[in-house]
């Protein structure tokens, strides 16, 4: 979320090197979103993390070195690719083609999950 001015915050507003906020701020009323008509300089994006080791590694405070690795994790990633591998989960049969969203797009509009 970008656009909102705080006198203690340090930081940079658009780091570079990921996505930047792009969504305008909706005022939703009863189920129903509607582009706001303030003069609210709020802007947001929603990114959704892939729940997985790769993710949790990236995210987590101090892993990028070889310490997120313990003996234990690595066992049950073993077990867990044997048991996909054995059930035959490991093939792609496809992907959403564009992002859905609940509350962004009124109910029954293009791109609403519903």
């Not at 234990?72 to 690719?81: F, H, K, L, M, N």
């Not at 996909?84 to 293009?110: M, V, W």
Request: glycine share 8%; net charge positive.
């Amino acid at each position: 979320m970008s656009g909102i001015n705080s006198s203690t915050f340090t930081g940079n507003q658009k780091p570079r090197g990921v996505p930047n906020p792009t969504q305008k701020a909706v005022k939703v009323v009863n189920g129903t979103s509607t582009p706001t008509d303030s003069s609210s300089d709020l802007v947001y994006a929603r990114r959704y993390l892939d729940w997985n080791r790769l993710t949790f590694a990236y995210h987590a405070v101090g892993s990028q070195s070889n310490t997120f690795d313990y003996h234990s994790g690595q066992r049950v990633t073993a077990e867990i690719t044997a048991d996909r591998k054995a059930l035959n989960l490991t093939a792609l049969y496809g992907c959403a083609p564009e992002t859905y969203c609940q509350y962004c797009k009124p109910f029954g509009a293009d791109g609403n999950i519903f």
